[in-house]
């Protein structure tokens, strides 16, 4: 199943909607259950969902929104693919490297990410998103699978020079609508094995990055293990699983995101999350006038 999250166009005023992509349309769930977080947990046990009757939207007249928006966590794991620890001259850790990024960090497929105007170092950094269907509390790496829902294409965008104010990464990891998710989540029981996926980042149709979530030096069975040991998992968090070398800071010349640029992260079996961006006005204030979120 693909699970997402979106908006009606023209004036809906149910702030966002879920249900199952059926076809070319979404079949919403939203009077039928409890929230998006019921959807990924009964999604993730492997129930069957029935969509009968429910009231279908065209995928091309919604507003994509991240898959967990307002449900989950998001925890992003930095330095997670030997390639790119080395062409940012370090060496692997002994634990993973987390930070968190706040709801307001992502958009949805198709809507505009923000270049913001204070910087001009705005990087691009396409991975794998891990979604949690089964919670729980220090989960044992041979169990960790069975507490994946599905997985979706994550865009953890950074402005680099605010990501080195510190020692900390988060000013740079959390400025609004700097990231993206989605379109949806595909459930593990339709996803590829990670080992089986190939990640493809592209900036104007030109591959930026590329290898498998096969790859990863902390695999997905222990990033789950390891953030559940300091809190509890809830359905509808994500793991955002880590950035394949090709980072446009890495390269010589850098390469930054410009207006006017489309962001596309491909998955095999996942999908393509595309983002086109835009310039933030020199003011701040978020999209520029006559720019739409849902483009």
Not at 99 to 126: N, Y
Not at 165 to 189: E, L
Not at 255 to 275: A, C, F, H, K, Y
Request: aromatic residues 6%; proline residues 7%.
């Amino acid at each position: 199943m693909r699970l997402m999250m979106f908006r009606s166009q023209g004036g809906d005023a149910a702030p966002h909607r879920f249900g199952i992509v059926d076809g070319d349309a979404v079949a919403d769930l939203s009077g039928r259950l409890s929230g998006m977080a019921e959807l990924i947990g009964r999604a993730g046990a492997g129930e069957a969902i029935d969509i009968t009757g429910a009231e279908r939207h065209p995928l091309a007249s919604v507003d994509f929104l991240p898959p967990t928006q307002g449900v989950g966590r998001v925890f992003c794991v930095g330095l997670n693919y030997a390639k790119h620890i080395a062409e940012t001259g370090r060496s692997p850790g002994a634990h993973p490297s987390l930070f968190l990024r706040l709801p307001t960090a992502q958009v949805g497929h198709r809507q505009a990410i923000i270049r913001p105007a204070i910087s001009d170092q705005f990087d691009f950094e396409g991975e794998l998103a891990v979604a949690i269907g089964r919670g729980g509390h220090r989960i044992d790496p041979a169990d960790a699978m069975d507490h994946v829902a599905g997985y979706c294409c994550f865009a953890d965008n950074s402005v680099r020079d605010w990501q080195r104010h510190a020692a900390q990464v988060t000013p740079g990891k959390n400025f609004d609508a700097s990231g993206a998710a989605g379109p949806w989540i595909v459930t593990r029981d339709e996803a590829p094995a990670p080992a089986d996926m190939v990640l493809t980042t592209r900036l104007n149709g030109r591959v930026m990055q590329q290898d498998s979530p096969g790859t990863l030096v902390f695999p997905i069975d222990r990033l789950i293990a390891y953030i559940s040991s300091f809190t509890r998992l809830q359905p509808g968090d994500l793991i955002a699983t880590g950035s394949p070398e090709g980072v446009g800071m890495a390269r010589d010349p850098q390469v930054w995101m410009q207006p006017g640029d489309r962001l596309e992260v491909e998955i095999t079996g996942i999908g393509v999350l595309s983002n086109p961006v835009v310039q933030e006005p020199a003011g701040g204030g978020g999209l520029p006038a006559g720019d739409e979120a849902g483009m």
